[in-house]
């Protein structure tokens, strides 16, 4: 490091830890740009301190800049919350959207949680998604998370066994093979926008939710979750019959499962993201992103 300005190796330390940050607080989040503006004030309280303040060295970058940004995060978190309260229509988290084939160099960011999970974990309080996000997601040892939120490791220990317990009882663990992904996705889009119910209702498991989270400013076929295969179904049927014209899907990747991306013409125009019921067969969550301001990243 010898030559180095001090301001230039924090600059390199905070890009060379970006990826896990962004990851940590967009799982934290369910927000893109609220992660964002997180980063950017974790790199504002980085670079002062780690750039030759006259402190103390930091022995650690990635503790010290991982607790920075948890940090900040959660104070985030205050905010996101009063937004939503005022919301139109059901809020879901906005899809990260990558290639089908990203290379190993953004691994981090694709190893969010799913798009299922992400809701499920919106019933946690700030301090459950927290301390889950950092141990369940990224293995960060009790006594780690203890440090960076100032509390005792036995009551991080239980805030932990709550918000596993919590999740346990609203999401049934079952890692859907890539490929039976795929297909029924094929299986739902083609039934879906050809208006077929017959097939519509036989990809559909009978106990299936729709979300759909246009945010006042796309199309959402629901202000509320749909609940069963006949309501959802319905629905479907009748979406398929006002589509807009020249309606394209193309596959991507959002929050590392395969997914569709609905675009007419080069613009994005819906992620649709589904859950699959244990067997992989039938589908039982289906996830529709319409809010263009959750959308840009979805070219």
């Given at each position: ?12 330390q ?83 959207v ?9 691994v981090?960011?694709?190893?969010s ?58 999401r ?54 749909v ?55 039938q ?17």
């Open positions: 490091m010898s030559g180095i300005r001090p301001q230039d190796a924090a600059t390199q905070f890009v060379d830890h970006r990826e896990l940050l962004f990851s940590i607080v967009y799982n934290m989040l369910g927000s893109v740009a609220d992660t964002e503006d997180v980063l950017q004030e974790t790199w504002l309280s980085w670079v002062p301190r780690a750039g030759g303040d006259g402190g103390a060295p930091i022995d650690n970058p990635r503790a010290y800049l991982v607790r920075t940004a948890v940090n900040h995060a959660l104070a985030r978190r205050a905010a996101l919350t009063r937004r939503k309260e005022t919301y139109v229509g059901q809020w879901l988290p906005e899809p990260v990558t290639p089908l084939d990203e290379g190993a160099e953004h981090e960011r694709t190893e949680f799913s798009m299922a999970l992400l809701v499920v974990l919106e019933t946690l309080s700030p301090l459950e998604r927290a301390v889950f996000v950092l141990h369940e997601a990224f293995g960060f040892a009790y006594t780690e998370i203890a440090e960076m939120l100032d509390r005792n490791p036995t009551a991080v220990r239980q805030v932990a066994h709550r918000a596993r317990e919590h999740v346990r009882a609203r049934t663990r079952y890692p859907a093979d890539p490929r039976r992904r795929r297909e029924a996705t094929d299986r739902f889009l083609t039934a879906a926008l050809g208006g077929d119910l017959d097939a519509l209702m036989s990809v559909l498991a009978p106990d299936v939710t729709l979300w759909t989270d246009g945010g006042g400013k796309g199309p959402a076929v629901s202000l509320h979750p609940h069963g295969r006949d309501a959802v179904a319905g629905l479907f049927i009748e979406v398929a019959s006002t589509r807009p014209p020249g309606l394209a899907v193309r596959y991507r990747r959002v929050n590392g499962d395969p997914s569709a991306v609905l675009f007419v013409g080069d613009a994005p125009f819906a992620v649709l993201v589904l859950d699959l019921a244990p067997g992989g067969e589908i039982c969550g289906i996830y529709s992103v319409t809010n263009p301001d959750k959308l840009s990243g979805a070219r």
